[in-house]
């Protein structure tokens, strides 16, 4: 009998323990969060920084449910008011905003949360010019995180100071001067018309598709002339390819495309710049004939190097050993050869160099000014001079000697 006694006390104890420890937590209201927390860190007090923003009228345990109690409670999951508070009345912003560039919600610690773009107890909406979303107020909040090195280091964010480089530009320079309709951060970057979708440059999308292009690739690299955006949609007057008046409707796509290219086909015209239904320029084919381009290489440079290496074995042994060599081939096999190859690494580094246009190797040829167009000229002549040699090779091949 002593044992279920001694464990009924324990009981007891604990639930009174526990209900001690509940009856420290007192429920409070709104009403009392300016005995403790009086002013803000613009220095104002939070009831005047409420007041004249959009939240005029809320209490403070709108934002801060969980902050009900006073002590305040220890919550198991960090509770961010200006994340998870606003989510509360911003259900669609929330729905939209899952990402921010490469950062996705909940899996990134420098992910923006929305009070580090719009502002905490002070916010104003977007048309108020000291609001920290107004257009001509953007790049300086952008800049929080985009002009910190440490973070464009870590998130491998290629340009670095943008903001800086934006504020030199014709858009930046009407900005600071006030002229709000000028493009901003988000004119360019948010994506679907939404501010709150702010996509990395390697998502999914009609930029990434076009970037994949011939087009693009060029674009990329630095050529000038090559067709890029407003080459095709237009500039000021941009419609859906849809409205038989759009530069990029499928019956006008002849003249469009004729502008760079003259009397070009309808057929050619019409193929597509962004890819085929919905998957960019990747196709069940397309990926096909890349998996067999990549085998091919690997097989063929392997065996080329394989069958070096024995040669060369062969070669070291009989010089060794002092053997006699033979003359294998003649001048004009060797000069045969020597196009054969030259000609294939050349037309590799000047291929590539348009894919891959900040590599190493790429910059090391090509990096000077005007090293891109020089690129192109060379890739076309070795172009011909590797196909011309195949067309040599192949006819010396039904020769009395290529036939041994």
């Known amino acids: 009998m002593l044992i279920p006694a001694a464990v009924a006390v324990c009981i007891l104890i604990g639930a009174g323990l526990a209900g001690a420890q509940e009856e420290e ?10 005995d403790c927390h009086e002013a803000s860190r613009h220095g104002s007090a939070f009831s005047d920084d409420i007041t004249h923003s959009v939240h005029d009228g809320l209490d403070c345990l709108d934002c801060h449910v969980d902050r009900d109690t006073v002590p305040h409670r220890e919550l198991e999951e960090t509770f961010y008011p200006g994340c998870q508070g606003c989510r509360t009345c911003h259900e669609d912003a929330s729905e939209t905003y899952q990402a921010h560039g490469r950062a996705r919600l909940g899996s990134c610690e420098d992910m923006p949360q929305c009070s580090d773009c719009h502002g ?15 257009p001509t107020n953007l790049p300086e909040t952008c ?4 002009e910190n090195l440490d973070i464009t280091t870590k998130y491998d964010i290629l340009i670095d100071h943008p903001i800086q480089i934006y504020a030199r530009s014709v858009h930046g320079k009407a900005t600071r001067g006030g002229i709000y309709v000028a493009a901003s951060c988000n004119d360019c970057h948010s994506s679907g018309g939404s501010a ?12 990434t598709t076009f970037i994949d292009s011939y087009h693009g690739l060029k674009s990329k690299a630095g050529d000038t002339h090559v067709a890029n955006c407003a080459s095709c949609h237009g500039v000021h007057r941009i419609l859906p390819a849809s409205d038989p008046t759009s530069t990029v409707n ?3 796509l002849k003249h469009t495309c004729g502008e760079c290219h003259p009397n070009i086909s309808e057929g050619m015209a019409s193929t597509p710049i962004h890819g085929i239904g919905g998957q960019g320029l990747r196709t069940p084919i397309a990926d096909v004939v890349e998996k067999i381009y990549i085998v091919a290489i690997v097989v063929i440079i392997g065996l080329m190097v394989l069958h070096w290496l024995i040669d060369l074995q062969r070669h070291l042994r009989d010089v060794l050993a ?21 000609s294939f690494i050349s037309l590799v580094i000047s291929g590539f160099a348009l894919r891959y246009d900040q590599g190493f190797v790429s910059r090391f ?12 000229t060379l890739h076309r002549i070795w172009a011909v001079v590797f196909m011309g040699t195949i067309v040599w090779h192949v006819l010396y091949l039904f020769s009395s000697r290529g036939r041994r």
């Open 365 to 376: 040829f090509f990096g000077w000014e005007g090293g891109f167009e020089v690129r192109g």
């Open 120 to 134: 905490d107890h002070d916010i104003l909406p977007s048309t108020a010019k000291r609001s920290s979303v107004h």
């Open 143 to 146: 800049g929080r995180c985009h």
């Open 25 to 34: 937590y007192e429920p409070i209201d709104s009403s009392v969060c300016a």
């Open 322 to 342: 002092k053997r006699p060599q033979v003359l294998r081939m003649r001048a004009d096999e060797v000069v045969q050869h020597a196009l054969l190859a030259v």
């Open 250 to 252: 499928p019956a006008n």
């Open 196 to 207: 709150h979708k702010i996509l990395s440059p390697g998502s999914p999308g009609r930029l």
